[in-house]
């Protein structure tokens, strides 16, 4: 079986964190973003994987090589030279995923994080018959969303409503699909929406249906998004209590530790909180909602809330960083200083504080 995952474009709401690694390859909860994907993918037996991308395809491989042996996954880069939306680079990709099998694909949105209930996806597909499957997820804000609306008791799609101004429904597209190779047919080879123009036909035909995703869903292409996500995605191994969750009196609420951090006395962390590998946290250090990237270190007594501490940055001693602060690769923060919403390019120093939302170039 096998599955394309939409890369897409240059990872712009995400930045500065996106001007060190392509956006699938930025950390999320001590993994890049789309191994989530890949090793969800793998488990329900997925052989083959095909990265759509018009972006540094050749950084993307050499990062997942490692993983290719490791996983046992076949990983191969479809490119586009212009790009191609949502429904062109299956087009583009076309060769890849057909073969004699006739076997449906997995389409995968790069971004989206959740509990990835493939398996019951395949067998839901099956189940109907039609062409098409798409994951739905209920919002509490269907407004802001295309709203997909359907026959509750069959999945049938029925229409899709653009951000909706009267109440239609609350389920939207949750970015995964599962389609028979004869959706191939439908499109053509050029810049196309699957959204709005390939599913809309197909659920006029009555062959589209939808499944409505359990557990958790988020798109974490921005990062109030990618904090939010983060809080979903543990809570959801604290439902299955995963082993992986840290434990001991400093721990509040859900928190990841990579084995190689190093932890300081008297720290309080949590809730919320992802610590990378090879991270040094000092003595007094107080954490919450927050990601802290490979390589960081930080000093003695930071308070550090809803922020992204990028790889290989120092947190300075007594500093306070809060209030949605990215700091990019390699950034390195005084001691005793304050940012409210600072957004920090790679390689910087922080000698004065940040007061309000503001990019530091």
């Not at 299956?90 to 509990?115: C, H, M, Q, T, Y």
């Not at 069959?154 to 028979?180: D, Q, W």
């Not at 990579?258 to 040094?280: F, H």
């Amino acid at each position: 079986m096998k599955a394309l995952i939409l890369v897409g474009g240059f990872g712009t709401r995400l930045r500065p964190l996106t001007l060190s690694v392509p956006k699938p390859l930025v950390d999320f909860a001590n993994k890049p973003m789309i191994l989530h994907q890949i090793e969800a993918l793998k488990a329900i037996g997925v052989t083959e994987v095909v990265l759509a991308i018009n972006y540094q395809p050749e950084v993307m491989l050499n990062f997942l090589k490692d993983f290719e042996t490791k996983l046992g996954i076949k990983i191969t880069c479809s490119q586009e030279t212009e790009p191609l939306g949502t429904a062109g680079p299956l087009a583009l990709a076309r060769d890849k995923l057909i073969d004699e099998s006739g076997e449906p694909f997995f389409v995968l949105n790069s971004d989206v994080i959740s509990e990835y209930p493939l398996k019951e996806m395949i067998e839901f597909h099956k189940a109907h018959g039609g062409e098409a499957s798409i994951m739905v997820t209920k919002v509490d804000e269907p407004s802001k969303y295309g709203v997909v609306v359907m026959e509750e008791s069959t999945g049938k799609v029925e229409k899709f409503v653009e951000k909706p101004k009267l109440f239609v429904g609350n389920k939207i597209n949750a970015g995964i699909y599962l389609l028979s190779p004869s959706v191939l047919d439908r499109i053509e080879l050029r810049p196309t929406s699957i959204e709005k123009e390939v599913f809309p036909k197909i659920a006029a035909e009555k062959k589209l249906f939808a499944m409505v995703l359990p557990g958790f869903w988020m798109d974490i292409g921005q990062p109030r998004d990618y904090i939010t996500g983060l809080r979903l995605y543990l809570d959801s191994l604290r439902k299955k209590s995963s082993s992986t969750l840290a434990i001991g009196s400093h721990i509040v609420g859900n928190v990841l530790v990579d084995e190689t951090a190093k932890i300081g006395e008297g720290c309080l962390i949590g809730p919320d909180v992802a610590i990378g590998p090879g991270c040094v946290v000092e003595s007094g250090v107080r954490l919450s909602r927050c990601t802290v990237m490979r390589g960081v270190r930080i000093k003695k007594h930071a308070c550090i809330s809803s922020s992204i501490i990028g790889w290989h940055s120092t947190v300075g001693q007594w500093a306070r960083v809060e209030n949605m602060t990215i700091l990019g690769e390699d950034v390195h923060v005084s001691d005793e200083i304050y940012s409210n919403g600072g957004v920090v390019l790679p390689h910087k120093e922080i000698k004065s504080s940040i007061l309000k939302p503001e990019i530091v170039m």
